[in-house]
């Protein structure tokens, strides 16, 4: 495997009805769809918990709405989904060593859930990194950053 490839695409997702985000089989039958559109093998199937939301603490800005959090892992890294449901958002992050195709995700998320507004960051891990810094940021206009 080439160390050098893959990418790091995370979608911040609104979806104009909220419907699917807390049903959990509608969510892992998302997953096994996914990772067969995008040619990745599971080494452990999807996990997936009920976050309850933490109403004893509505009026504080930061308190959890609650959601529900999926995640698998496959032979190349990791796919993670987090729904805040009464936001009527998710967030989706398939992280991988082997190179995939951002279209093929996004365009599997609009397919699968009736999307309003999606944002995207695409990370391709095709440039080596220079010893003594700790990655390298994209942002959405394409540029890439060495962090120190």
């Known amino acids: 495997m080439n160390l050098d490839a893959g990418r790091l695409v995370a979608l911040n997702v609104v979806v104009k009805d909220n419907a699917l985000l807390d049903d959990v089989e ?3 039958r998302f997953f096994h769809d996914l990772i067969e559109r995008i040619g990745m093998r599971y080494l452990r199937p999807p996990e997936a918990v009920i976050v309850p939301p933490d109403v004893g603490n509505v009026a504080d800005a930061h308190a959890d709405d609650g959601g529900l959090t999926v995640q698998c892992i496959i032979s190349t890294s990791h796919i993670a989904f987090h729904s805040w449901t009464l936001q009527n958002r ?3 992050v398939v ?3 082997k190179d995939y195709s951002t279209v093929d995700v996004t365009s599997f998320v609009y397919d699968r859930f009736p999307v309003k507004e999606m944002s995207i960051q695409d990370v391709p891990y095709a440039q080596p990194m220079r010893a ?3 990655g390298r940021r994209r942002t959405d206009h394409g540029s890439a950053q060495a962090q120190a």
């Open 26 to 28: 509608y969510v892992i």
């Open 90 to 92: 998710f967030r989706l």
């Open 95 to 97: 992280d991988s060593c």
């Open 132 to 134: 003594g810094t700790r």
